[in-house]
């Protein structure tokens, strides 16, 4: 038995498994920011396209549509004051409260005369109403070319709207205040777009330095009263088309006195006509 060879220990094999670490880097984050990219880039062609299919005043009320309106309430803290909230009159810096009462702009400003500014909120209306009219006369095919003749300013007053008469085209006929049919179709248009709007109006009319080359004893004598004639006549074309009485504020008419074209007072598109939307007080 001594003589028997030694039998041998058997092999112990060890198998190591090690993980897959390169699959963690190809998991779901890239799809996010792939997601991410793809939607930015369609923003970006969106805005590209707007720009191209839209004209400055179609950009200039999308641009009032987003426009924020920031109000401060009467219980306001001051924190978006530039001392952030801190006082300098209170002991431990904290304001409770400001000592303005009901709805300010967060920002006001002043006019150049010192008149206090308009609401961010009414001035974004007037632009509105302004865009509105814009639209309104460029779908309206017999109302296309009157469109050079229509004129918007933004005053501290408030939206001002002349229509103003051309070599070619005259809303009333010379020396008369019977309105041309195509001047009453533009004013309704006006008083579409306005007739949601609280805003009070003013009418005023303007005539250019031509003088009266005979008195009518039945109608205007002088420009003085055919401006007042035809701000009355451009007042009840606003109210056939449905704006009521109690918007209108002041109705004036000022001949000669504030014409368009200084350097030559008989210019025709000295004759015009006023409509003023007022800013709420």
């Known amino acids: 038995m001594s003589n028997m060879p030694p039998i041998p220990e058997p092999e112990i094999i060890v198998r190591k498994v090690r993980p897959k670490g390169h699959a963690a880097h190809h998991g779901g984050a890239w799809k996010v920011a792939y997601a991410d990219f793809v939607t930015a880039m369609m923003a970006f062609f969106l805005m590209l396209w707007l720009l191209g299919a839209t004209n400055e005043d179609q ?30 009159e209170e002991p431990d810096g904290v304001a409770p409260y400001s000592q303005r009462a009901g709805l300010t702009p967060s920002a006001p400003f002043q006019s150049a005369s010192g008149a206090r500014a ?38 501290p007053e ?16 010379s ?3 019977i309105m041309d049919p195509r001047a009453a179709r533009l004013l309704a248009i006006v008083a579409d777009a306005i007739r949601d709007v609280p805003n009070r109006l003013a009418v005023r009319g303007h005539t250019d330095s031509v003088p009266f080359s005979a008195v ?13 004639a035809r701000a009355e ?9 449905g704006i009521p009485e109690s918007r209108f504020a002041r109705l004036e ?24 939307l007022l800013r709420s007080s």
């Open 59 to 88: 950009r200039k009320g999308i641009a009032d549509y987003f426009a924020p309106t920031v109000l401060v309430s009467d219980r306001s803290g001051g924190s978006n004051g530039v001392l952030a909230g801190r006082s300098i």
């Open 118 to 155: 308009p609401r961010p909120a009414d001035d974004g209306q007037l632009r509105k109403v302004e865009s509105e009219i814009r639209s309104r006369m460029a779908r309206d095919p017999g109302l296309k070319d009157l469109a050079p003749m229509v004129r918007f300013t933004h005053t």
């Open 158 to 173: 408030g939206l001002r709207i002349e229509l103003i008469d051309s070599q070619d085209y005259s809303m009333f006929p």
């Open 233 to 241: 006549a451009t007042r009840q074309a606003l109210a056939r088309a």
């Open 253 to 276: 008419g000022v001949a000669d006195t504030e014409p368009f074209i200084a350097d030559n007072p008989l210019d025709p598109r000295n004759r015009r006509m006023s409509v003023m």
């Open 175 to 177: 020396g008369t205040a």
């Open 216 to 228: 009518d004893t039945l109608g205007p004598a002088n420009n003085w009263t055919l401006s007042a």
